[in-house]
């Protein structure tokens, strides 16, 4: 069974960090292009970033909001994806989802995700 | 950047009715849209990829339409089941998501 799961959510102060992992299975992850997916309580849904697979380059891409602050990485021998968030702030609280799905820059869709972690940024 | 509006934010249907929900972008994005559904404390379910492609195990009375910057997704005969939030994403660019359309029931 394809799977997704996701941990490392909590309550943190503003200016603070945290790191969100992602453990994979059921598929071979080293192929994957993975992406997080966060809504904020009562929002939409907000792409936050993405990395491809080591053989299509291992490329991250971030939205605006998070750049500069936020990392994507990954682990392709524990099957785990990461994300370190810095500089945390009170918009960053939201439900954090891991997902992965087509590798294709433009057809590029999600199809598999984890059921999420809470991350609370307040002081 | 790319800007997706939906429209409508909400709507109110009974079971059996026929629902279109619409998508636009703020430029040309060909067919590089996916259609989500989500419900409440879930995480959301992929309906319609590239545009108009079912995804493998949605009911066909899910479609999708459009290519350029006006998309459609149509539910032809609405089901209790699928009282939920619908999200488009574009896929042209960086990804982005539209902002929602809420189904309810009437």
């Known amino acids: 069974e394809v799977q997704l799961v996701e941990s490392g959510g909590g309550l943190v102060k503003p200016g603070g960090s945290l790191r969100l992992s992602c453990a994979a299975s059921g598929f071979t992850f080293s192929n994957a292009w993975m992406s997080w997916v966060r809504q904020a309580p009562g929002k939409g849904l907000e792409w936050v970033g993405r990395i491809k697979s080591k053989t299509d380059g291992g490329t991250t891409d971030y939205a605006a909001p998070v750049k500069g602050r936020f990392t994507i990485s990954r682990d392709d021998s524990k099957n785990t994806l990461y994300l370190q968030m810095n500089s945390l702030k009170t918009e960053d609280t939201a439900v954090y989802y891991c997902t992965t799905g087509n590798n294709d820059y433009y057809y590029y869709y999600m199809d598999v995700w984890g059921k999420g972690t809470t991350v609370t940024v307040s002081s | 950047d790319i800007q997706m509006t939906q429209s409508p934010s909400s709507l109110s249907a009974s079971v059996g009715d026929r629902v279109t929900i619409t998508c636009r972008a703020s430029?040309?994005?060909?067919?590089?849209l996916n259609w989500y559904q989500q419900k409440p404390g879930k995480a959301p379910k992929l309906l319609i990829y590239?545009?108009?492609s079912l995804q493998s195990g949605v009911p066909s009375r899910f479609s999708g339409s459009g290519s350029g910057t006006d998309f459609t997704l149509t539910i032809s005969s609405l089901q209790p089941e699928d009282f939920a939030t619908y999200y488009c994403?574009?896929?042209?660019?960086?990804?982005?998501f539209g902002p929602g359309t809420k189904v309810d029931i009437k």
């Open positions: 430029q040309s994005i060909s067919s590089y």
């Open positions: 994403q574009q896929s042209y660019s960086t990804p982005g």
């Open positions: 590239a545009a108009s």
